[in-house]
Structures are given as C-alpha cells and as structure tokens.
C-alpha cells in the first residue's frame, strides 16, 4: 500500500526534507522510517509538539556514498555502524542514522546477520522486526509507504511481523524480547500467531547476548506498563532464559492460604512503585520493586505454629538479585543499588510496634544513605494487603517514620553521619600514627553518634579517653 498522507495526519520535521533534498540531488532516495513514522502515526511526536530524537533513514545509496555526502553536508560524522549499513551524522543540530536498503540473510546459529543490501524500499521493510516499524515516508516527498499494514496494527493496537513470526524470530531471537518491550512501552497486545512463536522458541533466546537482553529489558522496565511485558515474558518462557527467578515466584498456594500468591503481589508492587514516581520512569526502583521478593521461594519454611516463614528472604534476595543482575551485565552502580534495596526493603516492619529509638531512625537513614528516596517508595509499595484496616495503620506508620526523620534532619545532617572527631584529632589525642587502631577509634565514635546523636567537643573526647582506655591505648608521653 503506498498512497500521499496528509501533513496534518503526519508531519516531517524540517531538518529531514532538508537532508531529504540533498541525496535526492546526489541521485539517491531516502525515506524517514521505523520508529520515527510510527510515533508521528501515533501523535506522540510532530503533531503534539514533542520532540523528535533520533532520526532515523533508509536509502538507496552505499554506505561509502552516504558517507561521502554527509561528510559534505553535516556537521559531524560517524562511522560505528558501517558494518551493517549505517552512517551518522550531526545535521542541523539533530542526530540523524542514515542506513543503506538491507535485505539480510540469517544463518540462524550465530547472533548477527550476513549483512546484504537491498535494491528497493520493499526489501527493507521486509526484513523490519513489527509491520508497525515496517513504515517509510520518502523526503522530500512525503510518499507513505506501509506495503504490511502497520497503520492498521497501529489502529488495533496490535504486534503482528512482516512475514511469518516463526521466520522473523528465527531470524533474531531478540525480536521476542521487543515484542514484550513494545507492548509495555505501547500498551499493545500481541498477535496470537507471534505470541504462540514466542512461546514455541523461547529457547532461542539464549543465542543472544546478555547486553542486548538487557538494553530489552531495561526499555521493556521503563515502558508506560511494564507489568503488561513482564506477564507476556512469564506466560511464553522467555523470562525462564535470562530471568529464571521470576517464573519461580509463581509458588504453590498451600492448603490453607497462608501466604500471598507471590507472584502477583510482585507485580502489584511494580505498579504501585510505577505510582509513586516523582520525574519519568525510575527503572532502578522498578526493578528493585520486581526482585524484592525473588530470595521467598528459597527460603520458605513452616514456623513451630505451622505457619509459613521466609526468614531472611530479603538478604538471600539481595544475593541473588546481585548475581543475576552482574550476569546481565548491569552497570555496578545499579547493581549495587537495587540489591541494597532489596536487603533493606523489610527493615521498617517493626516500627509500628513503637520500639524504634532515635538512634534506630538515624540507623535506617544512614544504611539506606542515597537509596532513602526509593526505599521509602519501595517499602510503601510493598504492602499490597486487601485488608483496608491494615493497610491504613501501615501507611500512617511510615507517615510518622518520615515525619521523624524530617524532624531529625532538622536537629543534626543525617545524610553526612559522622564521628564528631576526624581522623587527624583522633591521632593527635591518643599520640597515635595512621593505621588500624585509628580506624577502630572512628568507627566506634561513629557508633557512638548514630546512638546518641550530635554530641559536643568535650563529651566526644571524654568517649575517646574512655574507649581507649577500655582498649588499653595510652597516648604518648
């Protein structure tokens, strides 16, 4: 299907008819595609005012001929992608990808394609992952072409591939991964033909990296509803690949009940951290919020009431969170957060019971350090009771744990803890050179100033003396 769209149904940014006129006078085509034209289609660009971000190209010329003419024409070049096609470029201010026609070939085995170029459009949206980026509009021209019906998809609401899915994820397993991502991202069901292929090869996922799993997953994490990509990952095997810990939520309801369906409480708490978000997606607290409950299964127990336990489910948790995730190949820091997260993510129960002290609320702060923020999300997150009793007194029990923390913050920093000696004044009081025993003298003056909070010059020395005493140091004559 090719006919004219009409500007007010789509419209090309300026800086593309631009580019568009420059290879059209060197002889070639280019056409704006994929994502770019399905989220114009979808007024989440363009017509709403928002902006368009990278700008993304298909044309008849060579990679060496695009090359040459961006190198003309454009601010800045680069050539990352020129294996598969591809040139980018700094034009007008924006970053543009300009990628030769491809009509690859796939062997199936390996993890990437026998790259081939193509002589036509056609060829290309053919081999294109959905028929909602199976889409083109030609610059300058502003010709539409969707020879899959993706705009129709669009209309549906729907995932369905250019040809077979069974060809098409054969092709690249990842594609399975995209069809979770795209319907959390886009809130769109998927075609019973592609979720059948997804459940049939599954396995198949495992030919791909776990980089690119990831850069899925964490995409599919950050979508408008990420619980719609984690239940469609769960019911077709895919998450049984790379995120084996999930599925294995999904534990037997003993005989009389006596603990939550784990599974769906888990994706309860994703949604209501989703809530609970200040500035955009938070992918670190979503899936802190997924994992949070991952160390039950292992750790699942009857009390001496018969009564089921997880006894520290939520430090087992935090491990296998960690290991999981450097498995993924998740940056360090993120790794290290969500996995403190998950170890601390039970410590406020308790609090209602009205035993916690000044010094156990300067304990929460200062072990939760710059992950207070989400924890304070994640633990709000985590009561999912249907019990309206329940959940009222647990949320008025973390209104009064906030409202002390603020109360303290307002008395001593508690973001900055620290002994109310240094290093060097220790050293100088004792007599004592850099080395263990130093160490061991800040950290119990630490101890001493989460128990008792700020205290003043003399008491600070006093404790001091009397600790070094207790340990037998004597300063210097």
């Known amino acids: 299907m090719s006919d004219r769209i009409a500007i007010d149904e789509l419209s090309v940014p300026p800086v593309a008819d631009e580019l568009g006129r420059a290879f059209a006078d060197a002889g070639f085509e280019l ?43 454009a601010s800045t070049t680069w050539t990352t992608g020129a294996a598969f096609g591809t040139i980018g470029a700094t034009f007008r201010g924006e970053r543009v990808e300009v990628t030769t026609f491809r009509a690859d070939q796939y062997d199936r085995v390996g993890r990437n394609p026998i790259v081939a170029y193509g002589d036509t459009l056609e060829d290309d949206l053919r081999r294109r992952d ?3 980026n199976a889409m083109a509009v030609s610059v300058p021209g502003h010709e539409f072409s969707d020879p899959h019906d993706g705009r129709g998809d669009l209309a549906r609401r729907v995932l369905r591939t250019p040809g077979t899915p069974q060809e098409s994820f054969a092709d690249d397993p990842l594609r399975m991964l995209r069809a ?39 995409k599919l994490m950050g979508g408008l509803d990420p619980v719609l990509g984690l239940r469609l990952l769960v019911d077709t095997g895919l998450a049984d690949v790379f995120l084996p810990e999930l599925p294995n939520l999904r534990m037997q309801i003993d005989e009389h009940a006596q603990h939550k369906d784990v599974y769906e409480h888990t994706l309860t708490v994703v949604r209501n951290a989703v809530s609970l978000e200040d500035d955009g997606p ?10 949070h409950d991952i160390g039950k299964p292992d750790t699942k127990g009857l009390g001496t009431d018969g009564r089921v336990t997880f006894h520290h489910h939520e430090l ?10 450097r498995d993924l190949k998740f940056p360090k820091d993120q790794v290290t957060s969500i996995s403190h997260l998950i170890a601390l993510h039970l410590r406020f129960y308790g609090y209602g019971r009205g035993e916690w002290t000044d010094s156990a609320v300067r304990r929460y702060v200062t072990d939760a350090g710059p ?15 249907r019990n309206k009793r329940k959940a009222s007194r647990l949320a008025a029990d973390y209104d ?35 080395g263990r025993i130093v160490g ?38």
């Open 31 to 73: 056409h704006l595609v994929g994502g770019s034209v399905r989220d114009a289609l979808l007024g989440r660009i363009g017509k709403t005012g928002a902006a368009w971000e990278d700008l993304d190209f298909a044309t008849s010329a060579r990679p060496e001929q695009t090359l040459e003419l961006l190198e003309r024409i």
């Open 130 to 132: 959905f028929t909602i």
């Open 180 to 218: 979770a991502r795209f319907a959390a991202q886009l809130e769109f069901d998927v075609d019973g033909d592609v979720r059948a292929a997804m459940t049939a090869m599954s396995g198949d996922l495992s030919r791909i990296t776990a980089e690119r799993i990831r850069d899925e997953f964490v």
């Open 282 to 291: 938070d992918v670190v607290l979503r899936i802190a919020a997924l994992l």
């Open 316 to 325: 087992v948790g935090a491990r296998m969170a960690r290991k999981r995730l």
């Open 371 to 385: 992950e207070l923020s989400r924890l304070h999300k994640l633990t709000r997150s985590d009561c999912t009771t």
């Open 400 to 434: 009064a744990l906030e409202e002390r923390i603020e109360r303290l913050r307002e008395e001593e920093d508690l973001a900055r803890v620290r002994p109310d000696l240094d290093g060097n004044e220790i050293m100088r009081l004792l007599g004592l050179a850099p």
């Open 440 to 477: 061991e003298a800040w950290s119990h003056l630490k101890e001493v100033r989460l128990d008792r909070g700020p205290l003043s010059r003399d008491e600070a020395e006093a404790e001091l003396w009397r600790w070094a005493k207790e340990k037998g140091i004597l300063p210097t004559e």
